[in-house]
């Protein structure tokens, strides 16, 4: 029997999933998939489980806060949601109504084609204002990551 299914993610350990994870629980899918993985790593295990399901054709849609919850690699989402239309499987964005017709018709494909710009985007983004905060930091005089082993 194929049922709903929900992905929830968020980059690191510290990080909260309630607010994701309650606007789904409100929408009662029949299983809920977490990671706590930065969306630059393809290989999450609740996210690859997931893809399993879907593949088994055990899902019938897919529930997501956001699509850069799922990812934040092009490829790898273009890989994602064509799976989702070969195997029949709806997608549902809460807080990007626009996206669940995704594959409906050019002007649909166009806005989800932006949004997995934008998620990528993002990412850079991310990545450069910690790159500065970092040089910064050292330019300070403080040392940031695993702390310096002293060597006798």
């Not at 295990?45 to 690699?73: A, F, Q």
């Not at 949601?81 to 018709?105: A, I, Q, Y």
């Not at 084609?113 to 990528?120: E, R």
């Amino acid at each position: 029997m194929r049922r709903s299914a929900a992905y929830i993610r968020v980059s690191t350990e510290e990080q909260n999933l309630g607010l994701q994870e309650n606007l789904i629980l409100a929408q009662n899918p029949g299983r809920i998939y977490s990671d706590k993985e930065s969306g630059s790593i393809n290989e999450r295990l609740d996210y690859t489980e997931l893809c399993m399901e879907i593949e088994k054709g055990d899902i019938s849609e897919v529930l997501v806060y956001r699509l850069d919850r799922l990812g934040r690699d092009p490829v790898e989402l273009i890989r994602f949601f064509d799976n989702l239309e070969r195997k029949h499987v709806l997608f549902k964005s809460l807080t990007e109504p626009w996206l669940s017709d995704w594959n409906k018709g050019p002007m649909q494909f166009l806005t989800w084609w932006l949004q997995i710009g934008m998620a990528k985007f993002e990412l850079l983004l991310l990545k450069d204002r910690q790159k500065r905060g970092i040089a910064a930091a050292r330019i300070r005089g403080k040392h940031l990551g695993r702390p310096r082993k002293n060597c006798l």
